[in-house]
């Protein structure tokens, strides 16, 4: 089945500082790309998404870059504020998932002032 | 307010005695599915169901039952709850995937603890 690695697993960024986390997987079918975020004692929360046809995104100060060939993609948080820490997951969908979001391990984002 | 409601938030309980934990969307989602989020294990799914009254397993299903009666409720039925099975639990929704990759919105979590 599909395997979504994501690096790193804490990261730490001043205010104003730009935040980039990266992951891979590892099922070349996979054709969904969201990214979640995670707030203390609440669920995950879809960001951002980029299918398979695509190779870059942007909303905002949020991007996320596709590399199909390579296999990962990268989330790219600009002008970083301290709400936006919070832990964010990865996640990939292939035709063999059963429509399972397949997430990574999380990264834990902290934005100091 | 689209949303996913799960209730309870938290329970407490003992082993063996049976819990159900609920879990309605309100968007006329079709596809309705339920996580258990560990540490160090990251979010993995238990059941999904594509539409009423069909369900499917999924990576973790041992020692859950799930039904789909309604389009909106999806509850997920604890028999015999085993401290294995305490977890931070999340039910998520979304328009059909067979019309291509939909993103799943997901409820606030329930939390179960089994003594």
């Known amino acids: 089945g599909e395997n979504v690695e994501q690096h790193p697993s804490t990261l730490s960024v001043q205010e104003g500082d730009s935040a980039v986390i990266k992951c891979t997987y590892s099922?070349?079918?996979?054709?969904?790309f969201p990214w979640y975020k995670q707030e203390l004692g609440k669920g995950p929360q879809l960001i951002i998404d980029?299918?398979?046809?695509?190779g870059e995104k942007k909303d905002q100060r949020i991007a996320v870059t596709l590399n199909k060939t390579a296999k990962h993609f990268s989330l790219h948080i600009t002008e970083t504020q301290p709400e936006d820490s919070a832990v964010y997951f990865c996640?990939?969908?292939?035709?063999?998932?059963?429509?399972?979001?397949?997430f990574g391990k999380g990264t834990s984002l902290l934005v100091t002032p | 307010e689209a949303q996913v409601t799960q209730n309870p938030r938290y329970l407490i309980t003992v082993t063996g005695k049976k819990l159900t934990v609920t879990c309605s969307q309100n968007?006329?989602?079709?596809?309705m599915s339920w996580y258990r989020q560990d540490p160090g294990l990251g979010l993995r799914q238990i059941y999904y169901?594509?539409?009423?009254?069909?369900?499917d397993k999924g990576d973790v299903p041992e020692g859950y039952k799930v039904s789909r009666k309604e389009k909106r409720n999806f509850p997920l039925i604890l028999e015999s709850p085993s401290p294995n099975q305490t977890s931070l639990y999340f039910c998520?929704?979304?328009?059909?995937?067979?019309?291509?990759?939909?993103?799943?919105?997901f409820g606030d979590g329930t939390r179960l603890s089994i003594l």
């Open positions: 998520a929704s979304s328009l059909s995937p067979s019309r291509g990759n939909q993103p799943q919105h």
């Open positions: 099922d070349s079918a996979s054709n969904y």
């Open positions: 980029i299918r398979s046809n695509v």
């Open positions: 996640a990939a969908i292939g035709p063999e998932s059963g429509y399972a979001l397949n």
């Open positions: 968007m006329n989602h079709e596809y």
């Open positions: 169901s594509m539409n009423v009254e069909v369900t």
